[in-house]
């Protein structure tokens, strides 16, 4: 069967493991790199939300003096990420750990960086996810929070490749990253007067936040 968004048992954990290694492994180093420009922050504590096998932390521990943490809700994305970092030799630098976005298991005020990318499409709840990633936020902590493929080649190269597995796969890019999921995104962070820029570019569709100090 191809690929199903949203599917994070053994087989869509295996199967996103294999995407992750393959078709979009060019990606993460991208996006690592924009998010240490576009954050400014190169070294501390970075939590990556809904990590799956753990590429992009991975990919940030690998550009970065940064200690990464991968949360995820699901147990069998997170057993293939600790396959990853060990064949990365980066057991010192990246932990794992199960939990909810909507619910994180961390003391407020302990991340300097939050990263996510491709999972926000499947938080059930925004305003409890974002609240939830603010409150762990060290004061001038910041956010980049999303999902994209880092350049317009990139996502082209992706769409060719991910079509061919799954017909509906354009729709389902297009859904999570056009207008009406951005709008509601920037709405839910509006009414929780968060602060906060949405990146909208070749790279995709970021929320960048810096906490108030
Ligand atoms: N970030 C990875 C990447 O870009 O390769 C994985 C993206 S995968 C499409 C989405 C991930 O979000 C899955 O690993 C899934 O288990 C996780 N996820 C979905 N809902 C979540 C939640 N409420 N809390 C934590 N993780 C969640």
């Known amino acids: 069967m191809g690929y199903v968004p949203g599917r994070f048992d053994r087989?869509?954990?295996?199967?996103?493991n294999q995407?992750?290694?393959?078709v979009f492994a060019p990606v993460y180093p991208v996006i690592a790199k924009q998010i240490i420009?576009?954050?400014?922050?190169?070294?501390?504590?970075?939590?990556?939300v809904g990590s799956g096998p753990g590429s992009l932390g991975i990919a940030l521990a690998q550009a970065s003096d940064l200690t990464v943490t991968l949360l995820d809700s699901s147990v069998e994305m997170l057993a293939l990420a600790r396959e990853n970092i060990r064949e990365a030799g980066l057991s010192d630098r990246?932990?794992?750990l199960s939990g909810d976005v909507h619910n994180i298991p961390l003391p407020?005020?302990?991340?300097?960086?939050?990263?996510?990318?491709?999972?926000?499409?499947?938080?059930?709840?925004?305003?409890?996810?974002?609240?939830?990633?603010?409150?762990?936020?060290?004061?001038?902590?910041?956010?980049?929070v999303g999902g994209g493929f880092g350049t317009a080649e990139l996502r082209d190269?992706?769409?060719?490749?991910?079509t061919k597995e799954n017909p509906d796969w354009k729709n389902f890019r297009d859904r999570n990253l056009g207008p009406e999921n951005r709008e509601r995104v920037a709405g839910v962070l509006a009414d929780l007067g968060l602060p906060h820029r949405l990146v909208s570019?070749?790279?995709?569709?970021?929320?960048?936040?810096?906490?108030e100090r």
């Not at 087989?11 to 996103?16: I, L, P």
């Not at 576009?38 to 939590?47: F, Q, T, V, W």
């Not at 190269?157 to 991910?162: C, D, E, I, T, Y």
């Not at 570019?201 to 906490?211: I, Q």
Request: with cysteine.
């Open 11 to 16: 087989d869509g954990a295996e199967h996103m």
């Open 19 to 22: 995407i992750a290694k393959t």
């Open 37 to 48: 420009e576009r954050c400014r922050i190169s070294r501390g504590r970075c939590l990556d």
């Open 94 to 96: 990246l932990s794992l």
């Open 108 to 144: 407020a005020r302990s991340v300097d960086v939050a990263v996510s990318r491709g999972s926000i499409f499947f938080w059930e709840d925004l305003p409890r996810a974002f609240s939830e990633i603010h409150r762990v936020l060290a004061p001038g902590g910041k956010t980049y």
């Open 157 to 162: 190269a992706v769409l060719v490749a991910m």
């Open 201 to 211: 570019d070749d790279s995709g569709f970021w929320v960048v936040m810096e906490k």
